[in-house]
């Protein structure tokens, strides 16, 4: 052990802990959440995208990613969009975006995620007070908060939209902890996810990779799954990359090729209004994001579709 303390008396014994690699090999898109014109979520449009999403081999969806604006909604929201997602298909495994900037509110937070259907809270690392977020403050936050989850805890490490690191020490002493079963990691670094992975060989702690512009580099240094935004509106190709990975295959490195030009257009380049335009363009209910984000411009609209069409999406 690393330091870390036993187990509270809310017992989660190693339930966690079989909670096998298996469980995270695959893809899982961080879905979009569709809204009315009032800026209202529509269930009825996220329940028509589950109709089509659910036709792919996905292993399971993200709810409340950063993809599906979770920073931008109330809790009873983001209540009713897991209730939704897990009772459309209650076998699909629903991990859940559940981190807040205290712990206190994360904590209360899992708890009613929980009861609505998520099987995995998956948890950022607080950022608005950079200044005081060193190894101690993280491992105060994270341990206290899995102590108290239901439900097994997902590591978020997402240096663009936190503008930090969760720090290699901090996530390697966590993960010593039976109910922190892995990290989602969006960061790109091969070398730092190789590590994690290495030095967590001797527990069942699972590295997703959290981006499909770099499966192929992630997947050969150990991470066993991934949460890639392409797979809203490509999920039938990143699935097809997940399974090249892992079958060796000599066709992975040129899927791989493909799939960075549109992974970068949905993400880094146009984000979520870009993403949201291109799942209205394959049949799905996109739907402008909710404000302050703005629509994408008409100007980028063209240069986006050029970019997925030489993909090879029909749009």
């Known amino acids: 052990m690393l330091g870390i303390t036993q187990k509270s008396s809310r017992s989660i014994s190693t339930v966690f802990r079989s909670f096998s690699t298996d469980k995270f090999n695959g893809v899982f898109p961080p879905i979009i959440t569709p809204f009315d014109s009032k800026e209202n979520i529509s269930l009825d449009k996220l329940k028509k995208n589950l109709a089509v ?30 209730k939704c997602v897990k009772d459309f298909n209650p076998d699909k495994l629903v991990i859940a975006g559940s981190g807040q900037e205290s712990t206190k509110l994360t904590i209360e937070g899992i708890d009613r995620l929980s009861c609505c259907g998520a099987d995995v809270a998956l948890v950022y690392n607080p950022c608005f007070y950079r200044g005081s977020m060193k190894h101690e403050a993280y491992m105060s936050h994270y341990l206290a908060i899995a102590d108290a989850s239901p439900i097994p805890i997902l590591l978020y490490n997402v240096p663009a939209n936190t503008a930090m690191d969760i720090p290699l020490n901090t ?93 970068t257009a949905v993400t880094a380049t146009y984000g979520i209004a870009g993403l949201k335009f291109v799942a209205d363009k394959v049949g799905l209910d996109g739907t402008l994001p909710r404000r302050p984000i703005q629509p994408l411009p008409e100007t980028d609209q063209h240069k986006l579709l050029q970019i997925m069409r030489k993909a090879g999406l029909s749009c």
């Not at 892995?182 to 730092?192: D, I, M, P, Y």
Request: hydrophobic share 45%; glycine share 8%.
């Open 171 to 263: 996530i390697l002493e966590l993960a010593e902890h039976e109910n922190i079963v892995g990290l989602k990691e969006s960061s790109g670094n091969a070398v730092r996810i190789g590590e994690v992975v290495h030095r967590t060989a001797h527990l069942e702690f699972n590295v997703l990779a959290g981006s499909a512009g770099f499966m192929l580099s992630t997947y050969s240094v150990g991470a066993v799954g991934v949460i890639a935004a392409l797979a809203n509106v490509m999920g039938d190709e990143v699935c097809e990359l997940h399974n090249a990975i892992k079958a060796n295959s000599a066709t992975a490195l040129d899927l791989q090729y493909r799939l960075i030009a549109p992974n």
């Open 53 to 82: 999403w659910d036709l792919k081999p996905f292993k399971g969806y993200t709810v409340l990613g950063s993809n599906g604006e979770f920073q931008l909604l109330s809790m009873n929201e983001k209540c009713n969009l897991v």
